[in-house]
Structure formats: C-alpha cells, structure tokens
C-alpha cells in the first residue's frame, strides 16, 4: 500500500509560481510518480512524471517550459516547481503512485493522494 499526500496548492496571481509536494509513505520503492489536474467540468489530464530512478516527463501541451517535476527519494517526496502560472492552470492537483506506466495512462496509478487546489487569478 501507498499513501500519498498533497500540499502547497493555494491562490496565486497569474505569473506567479508555486511549489506542490507530494509525501509519500507505504511500500514506495521503485514506484513512478505523476501529477494529474483536473479542473470543473473537465477531464482529468497528466501534467508530469518521473520514474523512482529520477526519468521525468512532461506534458508538453500542459507544461509548455514553466513546470518541473523532481524527486528526493531519501525523503519519499515529489515535488512540482510550477513558474509562469495561467489562469487555465486552475484546478485540483493530484499526485498519483504506479508500479509502472509506459505513457503515464491515469488507469495505470493504482495510488491517488486527495488532491491540493490551485488558483490562478488574473
């Protein structure tokens, strides 16, 4: 089992930056990490992962250059540094636990934290 834990959501003006953490605790080794959105009325979309091994990837539509994901696996953490914040970068933040994921499909991550909220006012 994994538990995982969301933090740093918040209100931000647009252009600005906030970090999301991500505490993991349970059975973590080896496990993929990812960071899902999903914002009202829409469909929840992947915004970035990165392999225990510290491999990351991005979603390009998404991230556009202004995202980073990180890990400090000492400390069972993931981290998503978000600079240059848009209004469409509204919605609830998720990060999300796998054994494994080829192309980080949210049907893969069998381990969902509650989710932290993000919003960007103009």
């Known amino acids: 089992q994994v538990q995982l834990v969301e933090s740093g959501g918040g209100l931000v003006q647009a252009g600005g930056s906030l970090r999301l953490s991500c505490a993991a605790s349970g059975r973590t080794r080896g496990y993929t990490t990812a960071w899902f959105r999903q914002a009202p009325g829409k469909e929840r979309q992947f915004v970035a992962g990165?392999?225990?091994?510290?491999?990351?990837?991005t979603n390009p539509i998404v991230v556009k250059g202004r995202f980073t994901i990180s890990r400090d696996n000492a400390k069972n953490t993931v981290s998503l540094q978000m600079n240059s914040l848009k209004s469409e970068d509204s919605a609830v933040y998720y990060c999300?636990?796998?054994?494994?994921?080829?192309?980080?499909?949210?049907?893969?991550?069998?381990?969902w934290g509650q989710g932290t909220p993000v919003t960007v006012f103009s």
């Open positions: 990165i392999t225990y091994s510290g491999v990351s990837t």
């Open positions: 999300a636990a796998a054994e494994y994921s080829l192309r980080y499909n949210a049907l893969d991550f069998d381990y």
